[in-house]
Structures are given as structure tokens and as C-alpha cells.
């Protein structure tokens, strides 16, 4: 069995005590071991402050730019065998694993050129230059320079390598040290990653650290030059956000949670056109890529009333052709859910929306899992629901089932019914519309905007070209008001900000200028 050691104040520690053991969801058998009881997390935040932090801010946006192109490469390298650790480890089939570890490569290949592209300077100019007075020559200029304390990133256990990758690319851009804690369920994926990056000596020393099992008393470390980054359930997002030490510090907190994701298809999108095939192909996937455990795939479906049968039939044939099993065999579409624990809570979920909903189509109870020992692995079949518009189902709009789970929900087909319907998800990552009409787009998109980080909107024109509404972009934001947890992500350039400190500068207009280079 492997035992995860974690990476702090430069060296390789094995935890203390009891670990967690990780185990191969297909089977149950064990991997490994993470633990980090006796890590000393208050040393570990200092060397990367002292350390990590001082040597990252001594080099230029194209610099840091360059290592984490390099990282991005690294792990591309090595992508058939962290393939194999994410299939084995997280339950995931080849595709999902690709998903994981290529957008994770991506999206510190996007960061690297954002890096190459600000070039040789450490400060930021935010915004124009503005006059003050009268006179043109006293201006003010608003910077932004890198944080002087510690990036903590504390991921969830469904994308391991992107999860890592994504926060990491941009707090070491803007010049942050970084924590990276991963859900200890499937590290195993991130702690390989890590050891490549340690030995290829990508990042200066401090830049990087790595925690095997639970966070510790690290947060009881954090100062006022810190940040948390959190991705997770709402309810540790919550419990983070009101820690004594962040509340008490200010420590600047992004939390990414939960989010009952909508796909909305107008009443103009005929069955059987590009844009209704896409709508189907888009729910089918959210459903069963990773098994149903993306933060951003869609939850609830909204058909047209006319639409309504068409939808549920087209739907159930498509999961018909879902082949549940252990991801190490090829005929495998669809692997289990990632622990013990997921099930559980992914079967509670399913309880509470037969209470709400009725199942419109699930798999034959004697279908078993393909290649997996009888008896063991987590798996969990597809389940679709319908529910109508009525009292009592507001677990529809409420429960996040985690898994390959959605709800059909029947609609007016009017913009200001779809929007009363999906703003009932109180705040979310990405909706997505499927319509060829100008009008209710327009109208749809400025209801649903103020409630989503993200709105996917597709047509006829874009069938061949659209990126999937599931699938988070570097250079846009990810995150969303409200029961997503308030938060916001990447976006490109925008992302750095969450890194640095915004300073207003009164100086003379010459200073500025040619301090900034403008
Ligand atoms: P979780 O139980 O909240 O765990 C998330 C992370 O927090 C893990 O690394 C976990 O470590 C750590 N953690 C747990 N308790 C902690 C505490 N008291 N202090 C500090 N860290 C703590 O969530 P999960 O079940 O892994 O993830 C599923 C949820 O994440 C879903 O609800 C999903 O919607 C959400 N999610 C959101 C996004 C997004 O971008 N919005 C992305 C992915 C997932 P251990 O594993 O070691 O306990």
C-alpha cells in the first residue's frame, strides 16, 4: 500500500496516527494511506510565507508564467499514467479522467500565456490613470501588487488534478505561495502530481506545499496577508468562513460549493432539430460524466409542456445505452461514485426526491455493474425525475444530489416561468438555454444573469462550435451568488485579483506613468 506524505516547509513528511485509507471505488480495495497528524502546519504556513512568498515576488509575471506552463507540460507527460491513478483511484473512466487531468494541463497552459503576456514587471496598473484636480499633473492610479502571505487551496474529492491545477496556475501568477490540501478520497492523483513537481524543481522552494489527509490546525495559522480558497460542500464552505482565526484576521475567503445547475430548452426547438439534439446530448453527459459528481452539471431540466414526453423519452432512451461498471474495462461509460460516503449521501438524496418527484426512468434492479467483484464498489445507476409545479417539491430546487441524478420539470414556456423556476436554486455555477428565439433569449439571459456566475446559451447557428455548459474555462469565471457558495474564480487576468491587493495611488501623473510604464 502507498502512504501519501505531505510536502511542507521543503521536505517530505509522513503523518502520525490513524490515516485515511483510499481505496479503488470499484472494488474496495485499498491504495493507500494519507495522514498528517504531527505535520507542523504553523511552520509550514510561515516557510511558505518567508520562503515561498519572497522568491515569488523577486520574479516577473513571464517568469512565474513560464514554470507553471512547464507544470501544465509535466503533467501532460505524464497523463497515461495519472490516467490510470484517476481510474483506479477516483472511479473515473478514461474520458472523465482526461477531463480531470487535460483541464487541469489546459488551464495552466492558458495562465502561462496570460504570464507571458503581462511580461516583465510584478505590478499591476487596475483601470486608467484618473486626474485628481485641476491641474493634470497630480493623478491617481490603482495597482495591484501580490499579497504578502500564504495561498491555502482546499479542494473537493471530484477533480483532483483540475481542482489543483486551476487555483494553483493563478496564485502563483500573481505571486502567492500556495497550501494545496486535497479531498484525502482521491488524492491520490494530486500527491502524484506533486511528487512531479517536486523533483522537477519547477517553483522556488516554498512556492508549493502539499497536505496528505485532513487540514489540521492549519487555519488556525492564518493572518491578515492570507487567503483561503475553498471548494467543497456549503456546509464546510460555511464553516470555514465563520472560523474565529479567518473572521477575526479578515482573511480574504473564495468559497466554491454547491449549485443545482438548469438547462432550459424553448418552446421553439423543435424534437429531432441540432439544437434539441445538443440539449439531450448536453443532459445525458451531466448526468454521467463522473458519474454525476461536476459541480456544474445540470441538475434540473426544463422542457416545455409540449415537449414534456418527448424530452423524458429521448432521455431514457439515451441512458438506456449507460453502461455502469468498473472504469478499468473498455465497454465501461460510466464508473461508481468516488466513496462509500458519496453513495450514501447520493442514495439519501435520491429518497428525498421520490418524495418530491416521480421517477420517469431508472435502470432494471438486476442490472449489475460490468467487471466489478459482486457485492463491492459504490455504484449508483442513473435516476431521472419528473416534477410537476407544485407545493412540495422544493427539495427539487434545494437538495444537490451529487450524483447521476436529474429532474424534469415541466414549464409555460414563457422567459418569466423559466426564470421563477430556475431562480428557486437560490444562487448557481452555470445555466444553460437552448432556443433559437432572439427575444426569449434576451429576455431569459438578463433574469437568470444576476443569479449564475456562468449562462451557456446555445442555437442552431453554434451546435457545431459550443464548448459544453458543464465544462469551467480559464479565461471565464467560475463560481456564483448564493447557495454556490458567493464566490468567483479564473476568468483569465480577472482571477489574480483575488491574490492581490488593490492600492489607490495619489502620485504625480509623470511618476505614475513612467513607474507603470504607460
Ligand atoms: P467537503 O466534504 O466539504 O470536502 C471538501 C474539502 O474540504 C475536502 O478537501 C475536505 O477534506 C475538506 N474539509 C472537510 N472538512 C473540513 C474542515 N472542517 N476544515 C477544513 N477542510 C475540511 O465536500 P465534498 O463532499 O468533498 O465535495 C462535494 C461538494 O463539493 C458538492 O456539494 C459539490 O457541489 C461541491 N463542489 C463544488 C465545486 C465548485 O467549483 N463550486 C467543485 C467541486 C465540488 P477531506 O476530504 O480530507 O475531509
Known sequence: MITLRSYVSGAWVVGRGKPAVLVNPSTE???????????????????????????????????????????????????DALIDLAIANGGCTRGDAKFDIDGGSGTLAAYAAIGQALGDRRVLADGELTQLSRSPRFAGQH??????????????????????????????????????KP?????????????????AAL??????????????????????????????????????????????????????????????????????????????????????????????????????????????????????AVVVGNPAAAEVTMGPLATA??????????????????????????????????????????????AEERAGIAAVHAREVFGPVATVISYDGTAASAIALVRQGEGGLVSSLYTNDRAFTEETLLGLAPHHGRVF??????????????????????????RAGGGEELGGRRGLAFYMQRTAVQASRTFLETWLGS
Not at 62 to 68: K, S, V
Not at 360 to 382: C, D, E, I, L, M
Request: overall charge neutral; aromatic content about 6%.
Open 29 to 79: 480495495e485499498p491504495l493507500a494511506e494519507a495522514g498528517s497528524e504531527g505535520v507542523d502546519f504553523g511552520a509550514a504556513a510561515r516557510f511558505a510565507r518567508d520562503r515561498g512568498g519572497a522568491a515569488l515576488r523577486a520574479l516577473t509575471f513571464a517568469q512565474r508564467g513560464a514554470a507553471i506552463g512547464k507544470l501544465g507540460k509535466l503533467i501532460f507527460a505524464h497523463r
Open 143 to 180: 495597482i495591484l501588487t501580490p499579497r504578502e502571505g500564504v495561498a491555502v487551496h482546499v479542494n473537493a474529492f471530484n477533480f483532483p488534478a483540475w481542482g489543483f491545477a486551476e487555483k494553483a496556475a493563478v496564485a502563483l501568477l500573481a505571486g502567492m505561495p500556495v497550501i494545496v
Open 183 to 199: 479531498a484525502a478520497s482521491t488524492a491520490l492523483l494530486a500527491h502524484r502530481i506533486m511528487e512531479l513537481l517536486v523533483d
Open 203 to 320: 517553483f522556488p522552494e516554498g512556492a508549493v506545499s502539499f497536505i496528505a489527509g485532513s487540514v489540521g490546525d492549519l487555519v488556525d495559522h492564518l493572518g491578515p496577508q492570507d487567503v483561503l480558497a475553498f471548494t467543497g460542500s456549503g456546509e464546510t464552505g460555511a464553516a470555514l468562513r465563520c472560523h474565529p482565526c479567518v473572521v477575526r484576521c479578515n482573511v480574504r475567503v473564495n468559497v466554491e460549493a454547491d449549485s443545482l445547475n438548469a438547462a432550459v430548452l424553448g418552446k421553439d426547438v423543435e424534437r429531432g432539430s441540432d439544437t434539441y439534439r445538443l440539449f439531450i446530448n448536453d443532459v445525458v453527459r451531466d448526468m454521467t460524466q463522473k458519474t454525476g459528481q461536476k459541480c456544474t452539471a445540470i441538475r434540473r431540466v426544463l422542457a416545455p409542456r409540449d415537449l414534456l414526453a418527448a424530452v423524458e423519452e429521448d432521455l431514457g432512451i439515451a441512458l438506456d
Open 341 to 386: 460516503a458519496q453513495r450514501k449521501d447520493v442514495r439519501s438524496g435520491i429518497d428525498q426526491l421520490t418524495a418530491a418527484a416521480r421517477v420517469v426512468w431508472r435502470a432494471p434492479v438486476h442490472t449489475a455493474p460490468v467487471a466489478a467483484p459482486a457485492g463491492k464498489g459504490f455504484f449508483q445507476a442513473p435516476v431521472l425525475f419528473r
Open 457 to 482: 446559451i446555445a442555437g442552431d447557428a453554434v451546435v457545431e462550435h459550443a464548448t459544453q455548459p458543464g465544462m469551467v474555462l480559464p479565461l471565464l469565471v467560475h463560481g456564483g451568488p448564493g
